[in-house]
């Protein structure tokens, strides 16, 4: 099975700053989601990265996927207080979309 | 076009006791998978119904059984109930296509059930 680490644990900041996330595994992703979860819902989807060195654009968020598929990060520009949520990174292996899910980074942002 | 739905919201039981949970899937989608998030964790795959059968399970143990109806809603049953078995549940559903190999679909989650086992 493989593991995610993502770090860091919790981030508090305010608003308007920038902040970047990460996820981490010692093996290949063969693709990799990033999902946020709000308190009270079931994680939302908010990207794909299939392709190492990709770099995918979400208004103010930045994903993007190592050279190697063993990393990835999330950026986000001028955050919001709508951003506070849990960031999960999650992947799959071989042929099947089983995902496996870091513990998450905890986001808070303050007005 | 109806989201994943999940009952009840909340739920309190008492160790060794045994609880069903429901998920109705998303228009259109025919997998379900379901989940267990502990407080503070990522959410760990318990098992995935793909036509109305088993496929695929994570690490979890035969007191987690599952059902999928022909409209493709989906069942968890959990018995003698734990301490630890207090999670928010998830269920997910996706729009697979392929009768062999698991494809790539986005998967569509519920609210979840909060169940909290004292």
């Known amino acids: 099975t493989q593991l995610l680490e993502q770090s860091p644990q919790f981030l508090s900041i305010q608003e308007g700053e920038n902040l970047t996330v990460y996820c981490n595994s010692s093996?290949?992703?063969?693709?990799l989601q990033w999902y946020r979860q709000e308190p009270g819902e079931g994680p939302v989807l908010l990207v794909t990265?299939?392709?190492?060195?990709e770099v995918k654009k979400l208004k103010r968020l930045t994903f993007q996927f190592g050279d190697a598929r063993k990393d990835s990060s999330l950026h986000i520009t001028a955050a919001q207080t709508g951003d506070t949520g849990l960031y999960l990174c999650a992947s799959s292996s071989g042929g099947s979309y089983i995902p496996t899910f870091g513990r998450g980074t905890s986001l808070i942002v303050h007005p | 076009e109806t989201g994943v739905t999940q009952s009840p919201t909340h739920l309190i039981k008492t160790r060794g006791q045994q609880v069903t949970l429901r998920c109705s899937s998303q228009s259109g989608h025919n997998t379900v998978s379901w989940y267990q998030q502990a407080l503070g964790q990522g959410p760990q795959f318990i098992f995935q119904?793909?036509?109305?059968?088993?496929?695929g399970r994570g690490n979890f143990p035969p007191r987690f059984s599952g059902l999928q109806f022909p409209n493709y809603s989906s069942e968890l049953n959990v018995n003698a109930l734990e301490l630890d078995d207090s999670a928010l549940y998830l269920c997910a559903s996706s729009p697979r296509t392929s009768g062999g190999a698991a494809r790539r679909e986005t998967q569509y989650f519920g609210p979840g059930t909060r169940l909290l086992v004292l």
């Open positions: 093996s290949v992703f063969s693709s």
């Open positions: 990265v299939v392709t190492g060195g």
């Open positions: 119904y793909y036509r109305e059968e088993e496929n």
